[in-house]
């Protein structure tokens, strides 16, 4: 079966970075983060395909890169200038004809 699996979450402080990493048991042209809070939607908040055409969301404003090592199938999401508004679960997708989902990694923006 396909696993994602996520790290790099944690506590940070305002304006603080962070650099999530999700490894795929296999390979996939697409794979991007989600991120959800508490009572919101699920959203994008960045995509990338195998050939590193990437997509953001409007929310990132320039803070946030995402980037891949296809060998690895490995994304990371680089992750600057953090908001408090940024406090959610973080996710891994991929996917293929159905979507795959890591078990989230939990990003805390808060002084």
């Known amino acids: 079966q396909v696993q994602l699996v996520e790290s790099g979450g944690g506590l940070v402080q305002p304006g603080g970075s962070l650099r999530l990493s999700c490894t795929a048991s296999g390979s996939f042209n697409f794979m991007g983060w989600y991120r959800q809070a508490p009572g919101k939607q699920r959203e994008l908040v960045a995509s990338i395909t195998s050939g590193g055409i990437t997509n953001y969301a409007d929310f990132v404003k320039g803070r946030f890169t995402i980037s891949r090592d296809n060998a690895k199938n490995t994304i990371w999401l680089q992750m600057n200038s953090l908001k408090p508004e940024d406090t959610a679960v973080y996710f891994c997708?991929?996917?293929?004809?159905?979507?795959?989902w890591g078990q989230g990694t939990q990003v805390t923006v808060s002084s």
């Open positions: 997708n991929a996917r293929t004809l159905i979507p795959y």
